[in-house]
Structure formats: C-alpha cells, structure tokens
C-alpha cells in the first residue's frame, strides 16, 4: 500500500506563527482520515498546506509524484455565494479536468468523457443541463464530488462537507463517501465536526489543538481521553 502524503515534524503557519507545530502523519491508499478539533485548532490551516497552498515552516511534507501532476480532489466548504453560482452541472464538474487540460483551449473527448462517467458514478447524469444553483444542498454536494474525481481516482479531501445540509442530505452525503472509499478504495480526508456522525465510518482519526492531541485509528480514538471529551464521555 503506498503513501500519497506524508508529513514528518511539519510546521505550517502564516508571518512567523505557527497554527500547526510537528505534524507527523501519514495518507495511505484507501485511507478514511477524519480530522477534528475545535475552532482555531489549525484543521484549515492543515489543508491549505496538503493543497500546496501553504509552504511548510518546517519539516517534511512528501505528495505523491502523481497528485503533483493531476492536483488533489477537493471540495472546500461552500459559501452562499458558491452555492448560487451560475453554471450548468456539466459545465461545474467538468471544470475538475482543468488541470489535466492545461493549456488547450478546449476540453478533449477524453475529458468529456471523464466529466461523463463521473457524473453517471454519482448518480447526477440527468441533471446534466440543470443549473448548479437551482439544485438541493445534496445534490450540489454530489456535483462538487463528481468535479474533485475528475481531478484524481486516488485522493479527496472534504472540507467541512456536511455544512448547511439537512439530516437527510447528511446521512445520503456519508453513504455516498462511505461506498467512495470501501468500494472503489478511493482515499478520504474529511475535515469535521460531526465527529460523532462519522466516527464510524473512519478508519483513523487525527485531533489537532495546532499540535497533534491524537493520531491513530478510531478505535483508539474511542478510548483516548482527547476522544472521549471531544465525543461527550467522560474523560
């Protein structure tokens, strides 16, 4: 199993301060990574720096030479003016193959066909022709995953993805993630704070107060004191 991300002892921070301090972890191939903490404890900080949008301020942060080519999948968390954006749901998911087009002026049939397949993956082919702000909260969830897969196979990272969506959305958005990652082994990266909504469904947790409180897996997690404050156990 290989890695696609490794961090040893990194720093990231902004103008000499450090939000997050001797990070060491790791992403495997078909990992399911839940990243917790509290306000301010340095989770989007954590992100802008696994993007490549944030240089680390020490240590050593290793990507795969492959997402270096074709970018992460991303879904960052969406603000009322995303939500209302005025783009079909083809035009919005195939915008996730911009990377593997480069400089060319157009999309090629090879990449409409990506921006196709996914479409049809998540189950929003028929909504093809729709406009993006006219859709549910889930089914612009849906779109923006179809958009990150035609960025990459291997990796999504979520961002505080169940935001704004009702009980029902919520629980369809964590199945649909869920099957991503069993069934076609599609590694996860999830930034939350419904810990408890998906704690069960991850594989290993990372709880972050701009240092690491816990890394491992959730069943460690469970017993640890870090997770049973943050879940509402006693410590």
């Not at 270096?68 to 960052?76: C, E, F, Q, R, S």
């Not at 003016?81 to 996730?96: H, L, M, N």
């Not at 999309?107 to 049809?120: F, G, H, L, P």
Request: proline share 3%.
């Amino acid at each position: 199993m290989s890695r696609l991300i490794t961090c040893e002892h990194v720093d990231f921070g902004y103008e000499n301060q450090d939000a997050v301090t001797d990070l060491t972890m790791e992403v495997e191939e078909g990992d399911y990574l839940c990243i917790v903490g509290e306000n301010g404890s340095g989770k989007s900080t954590l992100i802008k720096g696994l993007l490549g949008l944030l240089k680390p301020t020490g240590g050593t942060l290793v990507v795969e030479e492959e997402l270096k080519k074709t970018g992460i999948g991303y879904l960052p968390q969406q603000t009322a003016a995303q939500r209302d954006f005025p783009a079909t749901v083809y035009e919005v998911v195939i915008s996730g193959c911009l990377s593997r087009r480069g400089y060319r002026p157009f999309y090629s049939s090879q990449e409409k066909a990506v921006a196709q397949a996914n479409m049809e993956r998540l189950g929003i082919a028929d909504l093809r022709r729709r406009c993006y702000r006219e859709l549910s909260g889930g089914q612009q969830q849906r779109v923006l995953i179809a958009r990150a897969l035609c960025a990459t196979n291997r990796l999504l990272i979520l961002d505080e993805p169940v935001t704004g969506l009702d009980p029902w959305a919520i629980q369809d958005f964590y199945h649909l993630v869920r099957d991503l990652n069993r069934k076609e082994h599609v590694a996860i990266l999830m930034v939350t704070h419904d810990v408890a909504g998906v704690v069960d469904q991850a594989g290993k947790i990372l709880h972050l107060k701009q240092h690491v409180l816990f890394y491992g897996t959730t069943k460690e997690y469970k017993r640890s004191q870090a997770g049973r404050l943050f879940l509402g156990g006693e410590a």
